[in-house]
């Protein structure tokens, strides 16, 4: 499933391309023919991501809320519209391109109430401006499930997903099963100050890189990491193979009901 940087690009693009514009929607697969119908010929006054949920916003009050799942996928180029092919949810034109979405959890035209019932019941969102970590803190330090799976609850941290829960630990030195109220409010906020970091990157370059500048291939003289996730990472999706640090195996286990990565050295138990 994208994490939440993918969302924040997503919102990015459809903005660039879109914003300002009356546009054309419909729904060539027909699932999505009635939402289609409210927004089609109105303008799209501006994008949002919160978490791994995107909107857009159209004149007259009306959003458009898309949650991709595991398998939905956007793409878009520019006009003439191509003929569509397969399973097509939703397609967008506007002025100079077009827009297709496949494969969506959510495709969804939502009132301002239920739009906001949404965010309602999202934690906070490390790439939004209005976050903030102590709310979120407020979650975290009065629980007693393990940091792993509170990083990966989106009531308590939006947008953050199996990598970079995996990740942020590894860097934080925390094994994953620490309780949330093993851990003071500073040690948090030096948690998600590092999280917000590594995504804000992830924002710009579009895929999810975590090691620190001294762990990078060039440094190491070592080959880049061949995944089809891409990005170099410390623990995640390396079972076996020796941290970049100590040079202990990387462990493998499931927490939560996730894939879960760890160094028992350099994340010991405390």
Request: hydrophobic share 40%; charged share 25%; glycine share 10%.
């Amino acid at each position: 499933m994208p994490e939440g940087h993918t969302i924040h690009r997503l919102a990015a693009r459809h903005r660039e391309l879109f914003a300002g514009q009356v546009v054309d929607v419909d729904s060539p697969q027909g699932r999505f023919a009635d939402g289609a119908g409210l927004v089609s010929g109105r303008r799209l006054e501006d994008t949002e991501a919160y978490g791994k949920h995107l909107f857009h916003h159209f004149a007259g009050e009306l959003s458009l809320h898309i949650h991709l799942g595991l398998y939905g996928k956007f793409a878009d180029g520019e006009l003439p519209v191509p003929a569509p092919v397969g399973q097509l949810r939703m397609r967008m034109s506007g002025d100079a391109h077009w827009l297709e979405l496949r494969g969506s959890t959510a495709c969804e035209v939502l009132s301002p109430v239920e739009v906001d019932a949404i965010r309602v019941r999202l934690g906070q969102d490390p790439l939004r401006d209005d976050a903030d970590a102590l709310t979120a803190y407020r979650k975290v330090g009065s629980s007693s499930k393990a940091l792993f799976a509170l990083l990966l609850d989106q009531t308590v941290v939006a947008g953050c997903g199996l990598i970079y829960a995996n990740e942020v630990l590894f860097r934080a030195g925390l094994a994953p099963a620490t309780p949330g109220r093993a851990i003071g409010a500073a040690q948090w906020v030096e948690i998600w100050d590092d999280l917000r970091a590594l995504m804000k990157e992830g924002v710009v370059r579009g895929r999810i890189d975590t090691v620190h500048t001294a762990h990078t291939p060039e440094a190491m003289r070592r080959a880049p990491r061949i995944d089809r996730h891409g990005g170099e990472v410390y623990v995640y999706r390396r079972p076996g193979q020796p941290c970049l640090v100590c040079g202990s195996p990387i462990l493998r286990g499931e927490m939560a009901g996730r894939n879960l990565y760890w160094c028992a050295t350099c994340q010991k138990d405390r």
